[in-house]
């Protein structure tokens, strides 16, 4: 079982950036695909980015791509989410989730989909003004 906390939140001008963290403990984020989720209020959760458990592939939402960037750092334990030319319209509680399930076909089918994951952090609030 692995437990994951979020950090890196916070209040940021549009055009901003900031860069999420996610930490992992218990057991190594490379035994695990990774999803990162988002949900505005009164919105439901959305999916924003993915790495595969291989790290191999990596997968965004259009809504994000080309200004958000998913990584993993084995030896921190830790998965980011660089946020860049932030936009009010990505100001929500950001999730990120762990999969436990090793089959790699499945997940490059099924990684948006928020309840194949096993394990959620507690979220960080990210705000973004206008």
């Given at each position: 079982q692995v437990q994951l906390v979020e950090s890196g939140g916070g209040l940021v001008q549009a055009?901003?950036?900031?860069?999420?963290?996610?930490?992992?403990?218990?057991?190594?984020?490379?035994?695990?695909?990774?999803?990162?989720?988002?949900q505005a209020p009164g919105k439901e959760r959305e999916f924003?980015?993915?790495?595969?458990?291989?790290?191999?592939?990596?997968?965004?939402a259009n809504s994000v791509k080309g200004r958000f960037t998913l990584s993993r750092d084995n030896g921190k334990n830790t998965v980011y989410l660089q946020m860049n030319s932030l936009k009010p319209e990505d100001a929500a509680v950001y999730y990120c989730?762990?999969?436990a399930d090793n089959n790699e076909?499945?997940?490059t089918r099924n990684y948006y989909l928020d309840y194949i994951y096993d394990y959620w952090g507690q979220?960080?609030?990210v705000t973004v003004s206008s």
């Amino acid at each position: 079982q692995v437990q994951l906390v979020e950090s890196g939140g916070g209040l940021v001008q549009a055009g901003g950036s900031l860069r999420l963290s996610c930490a992992a403990s218990g057991r190594t984020v490379s035994n695990y695909a990774m999803g990162w989720f988002r949900q505005a209020p009164g919105k439901e959760r959305e999916f924003v980015a993915a790495i595969s458990r291989s790290g191999g592939s990596k997968y965004y939402a259009n809504s994000v791509k080309g200004r958000f960037t998913l990584s993993r750092d084995n030896g921190k334990n830790t998965v980011y989410l660089q946020m860049n030319s932030l936009k009010p319209e990505d100001a929500a509680v950001y999730y990120c989730a762990a999969d436990a399930d090793n089959n790699e076909i499945y997940y490059t089918r099924n990684y948006y989909l928020d309840y194949i994951y096993d394990y959620w952090g507690q979220g960080t609030q990210v705000t973004v003004s206008s």
